[in-house]
């Protein structure tokens, strides 16, 4: 999916709600439920007035998660997280502020399956990934436990308020951001099935009833605690299936995966993965077959590579997901050896990389 950005001065009152809707269910509703509208003033393509600072509006279908970057001294401050539910608004930099290039980064929900979205740029800062953070960025963030994210500059021009989105392919404004986040939290959740389009029909409002009843939840439920809910209850379904690496080693890794998909073979990278650190690669239930790895550990002495590996798919310098796995070349990518993995049980995998598995340094 490709996500872009966009950001504007603005003011104008809004407020999305759930809450009429859900209390309609249980009233016997049987016609379709629109979401109340925004109101805007001034043209402000459908934004809410900032109150004051720097506010992140979230027009996407996903929750996320944001980090801002600002100059400060001689160096740049990086703060994080700015949590946003998808269609909401929040201020994440307090005013008056200075006007000026500042920067932003964004990563989606590790309840959201399929991998981590990000919203990003080319400018290097160190983040926490782990939880909230204040930091002057150093010049190496392993030094300090932080891992480095790239942001995107973000010009403000006005020192009282300034307002920026982050959007997705989708044309989504935030209201119906806020219906389409709902839908893609219920299919995570396991209880939805249908179209992730933004608009509340039939199907959205069986599912909600569902889930409603099924978690013992008040017909007065509002739309942050329905979002917050089925955000905790998809990340822990994400838990119970899926494909997670963890790194053994005392060295960094570089990590991809390969699996069948449908009819062909899918490669996918990459993950970094710090000493002691894990990640999701795969979201969703695996197939009872093996999966393939593919780990390059950085050393002083130079790269290692995992013993064992003679399975080819193809690679990319930059992050990537390739579909098919011959004349990798021709496509300007490259070939390696990736090693299988045992079968999955019950849908999920985790595997681990050792010293042990590596093969020494290349002279």
């Not at 009429?20 to 007035?49: C, H, I």
């Not at 490259?334 to 050792?354: D, H, M, N, Q, W």
Request: with cysteine.
């Amino acid at each position: 999916m490709r996500f872009s950005w966009s950001y504007s001065q603005n003011t104008g009152p809004g407020r999305l709600s759930f809450r009429r809707f859900v209390s309609g269910l249980f009233a016997g509703a049987t016609l379709a439920v629109s979401l109340p509208g925004v109101a805007v003033a001034q043209g402000a393509a459908g934004l809410p007035a900032s109150p004051g600072g720097w506010q992140l509006c979230n027009q996407t279908s996903y929750v996320v998660e944001a980090a801002t970057g600002r100059f400060e001294g001689q160096g740049v401050t990086v703060e994080g997280w700015t949590r946003l539910r998808p269609g909401a608004c929040e201020v994440a930099l307090d005013g008056p502020l200075e006007p000026g290039v500042h920067y932003l980064f964004g990563r989606s929900s590790s309840a959201h399956r399929g991998g981590r979205k990000v919203w990003g740029g080319d400018n290097a800062y160190c983040v926490d990934t782990t939880g909230s953070f204040s930091v002057e960025s150093p010049s190496q963030c392993a030094l300090m436990g932080l891992s480095s994210r790239k942001f995107r500059p973000i010009l403000i021009e006005e020192a009282g308020a300034w307002t920026t989105s982050f959007t997705e392919l989708e044309d989504y404004d935030l209201e119906t951001a806020a219906a389409a986040g709902v839908q893609r939290l219920l299919n995570e959740a396991d209880v939805y099935e249908g179209r992730i389009d933004g608009y509340i029909g039939r199907n959205t409002r069986g599912a909600i009833r569902t889930f409603l009843n099924e978690n013992e939840l008040s017909a007065e439920t509002s739309d942050a605690e329905l979002v917050d809910v089925l955000e905790q209850i998809a990340r822990e379904k994400g838990r119970e299936v899926g494909l997670t690496l963890c790194n053994r080693t005392h060295e960094r890794i570089w990590a991809a995966i390969a699996r069948r998909k449908g009819e062909g073979w899918e490669s996918r990278g990459w993950w970094q993965l710090e000493s002691g650190g894990c990640a999701r690669a795969i979201d969703d239930a695996l197939l009872n077959a093996p999966h393939f790895v593919f780990a390059e550990m950085e050393t002083s002495d130079g790269p290692r590579h995992l013993k064992g590996a003679s399975d080819l798919f193809c690679v990319s310098r930059g992050r990537f997901a390739i579909t098919g796995r011959e004349d990798c070349e021709a496509s300007a990518y490259r070939t390696v050896e990736f090693k299988g993995t045992v079968p999955a049980a019950e849908g999920k995998l985790t595997y681990e990389f050792f010293e042990r598995d590596f093969d020494e340094a290349e002279s």
